[in-house]
């Protein structure tokens, strides 16, 4: 392609979100071929910020589910309700992203329920339609629909995983956190603070992240680099807003925090 994707209504509105190379045109290609998409990347490095972006970049209405343990088939597809003394059927919010040709964005896809992957492999061939066995009907996907799905690779476990059956009916794109540079740009233009003062904060935040697997699950995401900024921004003490905001949040354990709150004092003096 040739870098760029057209814009349609809403765009001038789209939530801000800096590309970190092709993303942007690879999903506007996948959309407007029909075929579906599957991010894989750690928790918060941008990947529902880029849905978000995308779908107004694109004039598409967006559903966007967040997958749990409990969440089964039917709550994406829809069910009978009593309604008025009456049972009526409710459609799920897959249900309308289908019969209305929207995006429908499946966040931590491997969070749910073993149901829910077998109901969207019709939906992720040639074949685009939604069995609603409670009604009888076999909804085909209205032009524009497009299901998007994410998950952290890093976060799974052998009961948490996506089957190969599955994982190759999805375009997938790799997502990762920004380089400094970029990342200081994302935390400036979300949290208002200024860039100079970004720059130790996501700093910081790339120490963390070299953590992972030791002392820490997760490094620091994107996330809470910008929360911690607002927080800056709004005249919270710099120190105090690093441990609400980027310490606290990854873990409970005392001796590790103090050995970050150490790694704070080691980057700011």
């Known amino acids: 392609m040739d870098g760029t994707y057209i814009e349609r209504e809403g765009a001038a509105n789209a939530p801000f979100y800096l590309p970190q190379g092709d993303e942007c045109d690879l999903f506007a290609a996948a959309h407007a071929n029909t075929l579906p998409v ?7 490095c941008g990947k529902t910020r880029f ?47 289908v019969r209305e040709g929207a995006i429908c964005y499946l966040d931590e896809v491997v969070e749910a329920r073993k149901d829910v992957t077998v109901v969207l492999h019709p939906l992720t061939d040639d074949r685009r339609i939604l069995p609603i066995d409670r009604t ?71 120490k963390l992240r070299g953590l992972k697997g030791q002392d820490l699950e997760e490094g620091v995401s994107t996330r809470l680099v910008v929360y911690t900024a607002t927080l800056i921004a709004q005249g919270m003490p710099v120190e105090r807003a690093i441990r609400a905001a980027m310490v606290e949040p990854l873990t409970d354990d005392e001796d590790i925090k103090r050995g970050l709150l150490d790694l704070v004092t080691a980057v700011f003096g």
């Open 136 to 206: 009888g009907e076999e909804l085909e996907a209205a032009p524009g629909f497009m299901l998007v799905a994410s998950y952290n690779p890093g976060y799974q476990n052998i009961l948490k995983t996506l089957k190969p059956s599955t994982r190759q009916r999805f375009v997938a794109l790799d997502f990762d956190f920004p380089a400094a540079a970029e990342e200081e740009r994302i935390v400036a233009q979300e949290s208002g603070l200024d860039p100079a003062r970004c720059k130790p904060l996501v700093r910081l935040a790339g």
């Open 51 to 97: 849905v978000a972006h995308m779908a107004a970049r694109l004039g598409r209405p967006l559903y966007t589910v967040a997958c749990h343990d409990d969440l089964s088939a039917a709550d994406l597809i829809g069910r009978y309700l009593l309604k008025g003394g009456e049972t009526v059927w409710v459609d799920g919010p897959l249900t309308r992203a």
């Open 38 to 44: 599957l991010l894989k990347g750690p928790t918060g």
